[in-house]
Each structure stands twice: as C-alpha cells, then as structure tokens.
C-alpha cells in the first residue's frame, strides 16, 4: 500500500484559488490510480476527481468540473488539486487516495485531510 499524506489547504475567500497536494510514499505510486475526496461536517465523503496512473485520463464530478483540475507527478510521487473559483459550499476536508481500478473506489486507509475553508 502506498501511504499519503495531504497539505495545501487554508482558509480563502469565495472565488479565490488553492492548490493541494498530496505526497505519496513508496515506489509503486505510478501503479495506482488516484482519486480526491472531501467530507464537510455531517455529510457523507463525497468524490471530487481521479486521475489514471500514468495521468493520461480525468474525471471529475459535475459538482467541481470546470473549477478543479486535478494532476500527478510520477516522478515525484506527487499528485495535485488546482481548485479555482472557490465557494462556501467548498468548505471541507479534502483528502487524497489509491482508487481499485478505473473508474475505481478508494482502497487503503484515508489519511487526515488538509481543511480547505472558503469564506463569502
């Protein structure tokens, strides 16, 4: 299992921009497809985006397509969240994780997240 731990988040204001990251440990991170979620208070986590392992295909969901981009760094065990046009309804935790095949579900253990907080 490839470990992952995420950062990048802070709090910005409606319309602003942040960009997370997600640093993955290990050699096999080329291997895995990867995803982003994100869980507000009270609700159900909720999928964001994947990227294929060789980042060759996306997909979001119609809730941050167009807004959010996501992309990876094999070389460097990196993947990334461009998140532009924020709005309150993004506040949550976000959280990076190895999807079981394409488009797959979240396998391995969700780390702690990064707090992404949009005010209006």
């Known amino acids: 299992q490839v470990q992952l731990k995420e950062s990048g988040g802070g709090l910005v204001q409606a319309g602003g921009s942040l960009r997370l990251s997600c640093a993955a440990s290990?050699?096999?991170?080329?291997?895995?497809?990867m995803g982003w979620f994100r869980q507000a208070p009270g609700e159900e986590r909720e999928f964001l985006a994947a990227i294929n392992w060789s980042g060759a295909l996306t997909d979001y969901a119609d809730s941050v397509k167009g807004r959010f981009t996501i992309s990876r760094d094999n070389a460097k065990n990196m993947m990334y969240l461009q998140m532009n046009s924020l709005k309150p309804e993004d506040t949550a935790v976000y959280s990076c994780?190895?999807?079981?095949?394409?488009?797959?579900?979240?396998?391995?253990?969700w780390g702690q997240g990064t707090q992404v907080t949009v005010s209006s």
């Open positions: 290990g050699r096999t991170f080329s291997k895995y497809h």
């Open positions: 994780i190895a999807l079981a095949g394409w488009p797959g579900t979240p396998t391995g253990d």
